[in-house]
């Protein structure tokens, strides 16, 4: 799309994302089955040869399905997966090309147990070994001004075991109630930096290859609960306890999309989190409609976030750039879905609110979330013109994030420094956008073992460019101005997909 673009400019910057999937299974007899799934997906961006994003996904999972009896059955799972990106400024003697990865084996056990007609056990055990690669930065060109930094590795060890029971002691209750047990170890070998009250870093330790240096451990109480008013309306509850030992820090500075993952450690709690959640369900015209209202409150603890003024890159004591506090989230959620017929599609708004307090960010003030997004909406529709082809469309909105821009400047010297609003002070633009799409299928008939179909979809159809990044930058004639430019990705962008099944 870039290259057919008349623009000379537009035509420097590069744009590129793919996606490749493969699954498979394989009948061993009636009590064992093997399934198969390999994904791999990378996108990239470069913006007229001065700075570029490139990131990606790979992941393996074999699972074995055994059936021990009737009322017994489980599946083994061998998982592996891979995220990586690398972020670049190419220009001048400051160019630098940061790269970072991070990287999972996994192995897991569930079982599922049927004691009698009113209760279903189900069971298990898995393990985690993590390996962090927060960053490698180094300069580009002859005359760049920084040497190769690498930012120490980690790796972590996560084991976790559950037990849940699904129970239906009347006929129209239903009660699911379980624990979670977890543990997660920090693993050498690593090199951890060690911060005063003050957050400046005194020494460092170093520790082997295989040594356990940290253990976090912690249980995760469930419930839930689906009462059946009538035989079209019922009323479900929950509530889950949640703790998690891998952190996203996002950097709202400028909608500048930098997320950085980091493990707990023991300069990093694990965040916690519990969640309720009440909804009414209702279907309408023998079933044709269903509808439901929900609502949400989530509490969290040990919240991460940057420090104000944080200094991001080519920082290998990073940690020391990372504050705690709490957040809340609380919202509404809305579905109309038509479920039956030729045409089917559903209707969905959310109504929310995400804020963070953290005592030494924003000066102890509340702000919002960076993935704060008060509105959304979903609009999908599909037709089935015939057995052999459909239509489809669907339109999302949503509220633009909430990011921190530049609200002043002052001279120092022969420098201009921005002054920067409260944290998350400012949003983006509003996301929305359309998408459509046609299929055709080929040997509908049943009889047939090889089947395939067409697809050619169009992305974005009316061209909407959304804002992905803002930079602020000085103008080239006039040093004292500022000026904002709008960085977006995707225009419309029309794509032919054939899925074959055998």
């Known amino acids: ?115 009698n007609t009113k209760n279903m056990v189900r069971f298990g055990v898995n393990g985690t070994f993590h390996h962090f690669n927060p960053g490698l930065a180094k300069g580009t060109g002859d005359e760049t001004i920084y040497n190769e930094l690498k930012m120490p590795e980690s790796n972590a060890l ?72 009538n035989s079209k309306s019922s009323i479900k509850g929950s509530y889950s306890r949640t703790k998690q030992y891998i952190h996203l820090a996002s950097n709202s500075t400028a909608g500048s999309p930098l997320d950085i993952w980091v493990p707990a450690s023991p300069n990093i709690n694990p965040q916690l ?63 109309v879905r038509k479920q039956t017929g030729d045409f089917t599609g559903w209707i969905s708004y959310t109504l929310s609110k995400t804020e963070r307090e953290f005592p030494e960010i924003n000066d102890g003030k509340v702000y919002p979330a960076s993935y704060d997004k008060p509105h959304n909406v979903a609009i999908v529709a599909n037709y089935e013109l015939s057995r052999r082809i459909t239509v489809a469309a669907n339109w999302v ?48 008939n049943k009889e047939k073992r090889f089947k395939s179909e067409l697809n050619l979809s169009i992305y974005n159809v009316y061209n909407r460019k959304n804002a992905w990044m803002i930079n602020f930058y000085q103008d080239d004639q006039d040093p004292t101005v500022t000026k904002a430019e709008k960085v977006y990705l995707f225009p419309i962008l029309p794509s032919l997909t054939y899925n074959f099944y055998f």
């Open 1 to 115: 799309m870039l290259l057919l673009s008349s623009d000379e400019e537009t035509k420097k910057n590069k744009l590129y994302f793919y996606d490749l999937n493969l699954k498979g299974n394989y009948k061993i007899n009636d009590k064992n089955r093997m399934y198969i799934s390999w994904y791999l997906g990378r996108d990239v961006f470069e913006y007229d040869d001065l700075f570029g994003f490139n990131w990606g996904n790979r992941t393996f999972t074999l699972r074995w399905n055994h059936l021990f009896s009737e009322r017994v059955f489980s599946n083994f799972s061998f998982i592996l997966s891979d995220y990586d990106y690398e972020l670049g400024q190419y220009s001048s003697a400051a160019g630098f090309k940061w790269t970072s990865d991070m990287s999972d084996i996994k192995i897991k056990a569930d079982f599922t147990y049927y004691p």
């Open 158 to 229: 996560e084991w976790a075991g559950y037990i849940s029971n699904e129970w239906k002691p009347l006929e129209n209750l239903t009660i699911n109630y379980g624990l979670r047990g977890t543990i997660f170890q920090n693993m050498g070998k690593s090199t951890v930096y060690n911060f005063e009250e003050n957050y400046e870093k005194i020494d460092s330790t170093t520790y082997g290859s295989g040594d356990i240096y940290n253990t976090f451990y912690g249980l995760e109480p469930r419930a839930n609960f689906m009462y059946a008013l």
């Open 273 to 335: 989190a519990d969640q309720f959640a009440l909804g009414y369900f209702r279907n309408f015209f023998d079933d044709t409609y269903e509808t439901s209202i929900e609502v949400y409150y989530k509490d969290m603890k040990n919240q991460i976030d940057f420090r104000d003024h944080a200094e991001l890159l080519l920082n290998p004591e990073i940690e020391g750039e990372f504050r705690e506090g709490n957040a809340s989230s609380y919202g509404l959620e809305l579905l």
């Open 397 to 444: 909105y949503s509220t633009g994030a909430p990011v921190t821009f530049p609200i002043g400047r002052y001279e120092y010297g022969n420098m201009i420094v921005p002054i920067y609003s409260d944290r998350n002070d400012y949003r983006m633009p509003d996301y929305h956008r359309l998408d459509f799409s046609l299929t055709y299928k080929f040997g509908v």
